[in-house]
């Protein structure tokens, strides 16, 4: 529990009252500031940090209660009483709609006094903590959003400067979960089309029938159902970028024409016969080693190096395990902001199965984790692991010498689908495959 008094400003004329109150308000957990005059309640309130100001709003002098109340919220976390005798209770519940907590109506009423001033100090101090938390993340020692002060992850930083002002085609490379969509966003913000549209396709989520048309565009009449003409991804990436998300996955009969789009800067509408002259840059991502892909014929050679002009590869969390403490911190002020709640940290114990798990799922599967371990704790310092991280089995290769590549890829692709209650998206972010991959290989072990 915080040992942190809260400071108590009471701005009251009358002597009697001004006791009174001092004396019903008294805690161990307060420190009680007094004031008699609008002029000396200002001066309190700009040299002190107060976490409840309840204060007459008729003062003697040129300062009243609503001038120290418009000083109190300017800060927006100072909680305001105003106490008012009956003929002001118009002004008072105005006040309410400037931001003040409550209003009291002399005589006093003690019981009343004791509880309003025990929420809002409730109220002040959660919007201190969010202001806290807020510079927290501000002074976060991040990189267009890319959390990480390793040798590894400032080489990639490193990478993004450098070509982000280069209109090259970019090559994003790394396991499902790493940030790819992170790095393509700051090449974006950091280049000369900032001020332009960032378009993003995910390749391995649009059914094959329908990538076509999402990507170029259709005529009215070019296929069923196609009831007016519509641009594709393309043309509304003109002036800007586009982001290719798992690039690998994008079928092999599409890939010539991409190929030309990448050349000529042109597009055509499926079912049109003119072409589109186009302004854009291409990023691309992908989880998968394409080339083996392209070894496999599953990729062509010709469109790989066209959009690997520049490469840019996010190393895994297992990697670079310094950034986990700074991640986790980075990610629980985010997430105490989000609940509501106060959370400190993760203990002890939590952080060493953290920085010995091995993080399949990456940043991604760290960021799930420490929220399902916020959402379910009532404690501020973390310390319930979720059971997919500290009940993790370690596989050795004991038993496994000898065992054919193709017996050992179908073993983990099943395990990981169990392991994840048969959830084919999240098996193959495990997995470092593309969504279609996956299918294909179940279809192949009859498992569809």
């Known amino acids: 529990m915080s040992t942190e008094k809260n400071h108590i400003l009471i701005v009251e004329d009358d002597m009697a009252e001004l006791e009174t109150l001092e004396e019903v308000l008294k805690e161990k957990d307060r420190i009680i500031h007094t004031a008699q005059t609008g002029e000396q309640g200002a001066k309190l309130l700009d040299k002190l940090d107060i976490d409840l100001l309840i204060t007459d709003l008729m003062l003697p002098g040129d300062i009243d209660g609503l001038d120290l109340l418009n000083t109190a919220r300017k800060d927006g976390e100072t909680a305001v009483i105003l106490v008012t005798g009956h003929g002001s209770v118009d002004t008072a519940i105005a006040a309410m709609k400037q931001g003040a907590h409550d209003y009291l109506t002399k005589p006093i009423d003690i019981r009343r006094i004791r509880a309003v001033s025990e929420k809002a100090l409730e109220v002040a101090q959660m919007a201190r903590r969010k202001k806290e938390l807020e510079d927290v993340i501000k002074a976060d020692s991040t990189f267009m959003g890319i959390v990480g002060e390793?040798?590894?992850?400032?080489?990639?930083?490193?990478?993004?400067?450098?070509?982000?002002?280069?209109?090259?085609?970019?090559?994003?490379?790394?396991?499902?979960?790493?940030?790819?969509?992170?790095?393509?966003?700051?090449?974006?913000?950091?280049?000369?089309?900032?001020?332009?549209?960032?378009?993003?396709?995910?390749?391995?989520?649009?059914?094959?029938?329908?990538?076509?048309?999402?990507?170029?565009?259709?005529?009215?009449?070019a296929f069923t159902g196609a009831i007016e003409s519509r641009p594709g991804k393309f043309e509304l990436s003109d002036g800007g970028t586009i982001v290719l998300d798992e690039i690998g996955d994008i079928p092999l009969n599409l890939q010539p024409k991409l190929l030309r789009v990448l050349e000529n800067s042109t597009v055509e509408r499926l079912g049109g016969r003119e072409t589109k002259k186009l302004d854009l840059r291409v990023i691309s991502s992908t989880n998968r080693k394409l080339d083996?892909?392209?070894?496999?014929?599953?990729?062509?050679?010709?469109?790989?190096?066209?959009?690997?002009?520049?490469?840019?590869?996010?190393?895994?969390?297992?990697?670079?395990t310094e950034d986990i403490p700074q991640l986790i911190n980075h990610f629980l002020a985010r997430l105490s902001v989000k609940f509501e709640k106060k959370i400190e940290g993760i203990s002890e114990g939590a952080m060493e199965t953290f920085m010995n798990y091995d993080w399949p799922g990456n940043v991604r599967e760290l960021k799930h984790a420490l929220e399902q371990m916020a959402v379910f704790s009532a404690e501020p310092i973390l310390a319930n692991v979720p059971e997919s991280i500290s009940g993790k089995k370690i596989k050795t290769l004991n038993g496994l010498v000898g065992t054919p590549i193709k017996d050992l890829e179908k073993q983990a692709i099943m395990d990981t689908l169990d392991s994840v209650d048969g959830d084919k998206k999240r098996a193959a972010q495990l997995l470092g495959i593309g969504l279609r991959t996956l299918y294909r290989k179940l279809e192949e072990y009859g498992q569809l």
């Open 292 to 320: 083996e892909a392209v070894t496999r014929k599953e990729f062509r050679s010709d469109l790989l190096y066209r959009l690997r002009v520049v490469t840019i590869n996010i190393p895994p969390l297992r990697e670079r």
């Open 150 to 221: 390793s040798t590894a992850i400032k080489a990639v930083f490193e990478r993004i400067r450098l070509a982000a002002p280069i209109d090259s085609t970019v090559l994003i490379t790394g396991e499902s979960g790493t940030g790819k969509e992170l790095v393509a966003d700051a090449i974006h913000a950091l280049s000369k089309r900032s001020e332009g549209p960032l378009v993003k396709v995910n390749c391995s989520a649009i059914p094959e029938t329908l990538l076509e048309s999402e990507l170029f565009g259709h005529m009215k009449g």
